[in-house]
């Protein structure tokens, strides 16, 4: 058995691992990262990509800006298309002079895997059978098997950045966590493709045959999503077909602007809500996809990942260097109170976006009136804007 020890133990090299693991270095603090799969899988991976203020600045905080800044889009709004008719949400101005960056959560990654490399810092990817143990004692561990190997990890400290079906969340005794959940009646099905964008700016459309999304990753290359029902599989939709249904939800002008090509990938979403609460037991602090989920609708659980870590980073700064336990102890709380807003955004935009198939007319009359208000009404249009670039950390 091999024997490792570090200062703060991560577990997941996804973005909320990486950028926790670049955050510490910075600041002196040994970290070891331990990764189910390989970098190459990690980095696989398609996920949204619109970067808040706060999240752009903790990435140049880390170092690790420079290529979002020469190669993401700034983007100043986005349209809403309801039934055809498409309102801008001017964001910059209704925010007084904010903005959001878009460059892919993949392009987040590979920057953050490339910087911890670059600094020699150790990440064990294809750890397989990770188990937690001591949490609650000053002597937390990790065993896990690489290359056949048993491996054991001391330390002082655990962050569990492995997302929604990680082993962190899963190795809290349940009687000291409490779990909130919404799963939604449909997935988006997306496809990437290396065709210009419909439009400079995203457009997130109502139509009476259910959500779509019109994003991109480049002036290249474009990100599409349409809701589906559930039993929908990916294997049906040719492209085709996909872009037969985009087309038909579509505003007469960008139906027209479209242009379609090959996919280069084509997948189903499911949408959900949750939370875990605390987000601290004894020394494991859990942190991203592995405390809350949003749905995709606004682009929140990045962002909610770079928040977490920021206040995690922050806490554990202030114990090594300022022997102070303050943000260990408020971290669960401080955390939880911008997530819930999150939370919040991400269930409204949803709600107010997407079909309902099992609801009655009421439902539909309400959300409609709703998108109505919002597009007709300054200070709706101002509260909209001010939760898509991002409430304050
Ligand atoms: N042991 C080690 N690693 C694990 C384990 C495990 N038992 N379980 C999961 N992992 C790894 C996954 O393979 C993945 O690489 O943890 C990583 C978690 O990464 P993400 O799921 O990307 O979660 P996070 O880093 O918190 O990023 C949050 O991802 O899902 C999106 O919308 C979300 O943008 C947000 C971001
Ligand atoms: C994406 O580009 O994948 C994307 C953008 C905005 C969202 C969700 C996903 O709200």
């Not at 983007?75 to 959001?100: C, E, M, N, P, Y």
């Not at 990680?166 to 000291?176: D, E, K, N, Y």
């Not at 999503?225 to 085709?240: F, H, I, M, R």
């Not at 971290?331 to 976006?353: D, G, H, N, Q, V």
Request: glycine residues 8%; proline residues 4%; aromatic residues 8%.
């Amino acid at each position: 058995m091999k024997l490792l020890r570090t200062q703060v133990l991560i577990i997941g090299a996804g973005p909320s691992g990486l950028l926790l693991g670049q955050l510490l270095y910075k600041a002196g603090i040994d970290t070891l990262i331990l990764e189910r799969q390989t970098g190459d899988h990690v980095l696989g991976r398609i996920r949204a990509g619109v970067l808040e203020q706060t999240t752009a600045d903790l990435l140049d905080a880390a170092d690790v800006g420079a290529r979002m800044h020469a190669e993401g889009l700034v983007h100043h709004g986005f349209d809403l298309a309801v039934d055809g008719q498409r309102h801008r949400i001017d964001v910059h101005r209704l925010t007084g002079g904010k903005s959001v960056i878009v460059y892919g959560q993949t392009e987040v990654t590979r920057d953050l895997m490339e910087a911890r490399s670059a600094a020699g810092l150790p990440t064990i990817y294809s750890a397989a059978d990770v188990q937690l143990s001591g949490l609650d004692s000053d002597r937390p561990r990790a065993r896990c098997t690489v290359d056949g190997a048993t491996l054991e990890v001391h330390c002082d400290y655990i962050a569990g950045c492995d997302g929604y079906h990680g082993v962190s969340r899963a190795s809290v005794p349940l009687r000291a966590i409490s779990t909130f959940e919404k799963v939604y009646p449909f997935g988006w099905l997306g496809l990437l493709s290396d065709t210009p964008p419909v439009s400079d700016e995203l457009i997130y459309g109502r139509h009476p045959r259910g959500f779509t999304l019109c994003s991109m990753r480049s002036s290249t290359r474009s990100r599409y999503y349409l809701q589906v029902p559930l039993t929908e599989k990916a294997e049906d939709w040719s492209d085709e077909r996909f872009w037969d249904e985009l087309r038909h939800r579509l505003d007469p002008a960008a139906a027209q602007a479209l242009v379609t090509g090959p996919s280069i990938e084509k997948s189903i979403a499911p949408l959900r809500s949750f939370v875990a609460e605390p987000m601290r037991f004894g020394r494991l602090f859990l942190a991203g996809d592995a405390a809350h989920i949003v749905p995709p609708t606004g682009a929140k659980g990045l962002n909610l990942a770079a928040s977490d870590v920021n206040y995690l980073s922050q806490a554990l700064i202030g114990h090594y260097h300022e022997r102070s336990d303050a943000g260990i102890e408020h971290y669960s709380a401080r955390c939880l109170a911008r997530i819930w807003k999150a939370e919040r955004f991400s269930w409204w935009f949803t709600s107010l976006m997407h079909d309902f198939p099992d609801e009655d007319g009421i439902h539909a009359r309400l959300q409609r009136a709703e998108l109505d208000y919002l597009t007709g009404s300054e200070a709706a249009m101002t509260v909209m804007a001010e939760n898509y670039v991002g409430l304050p950390w």
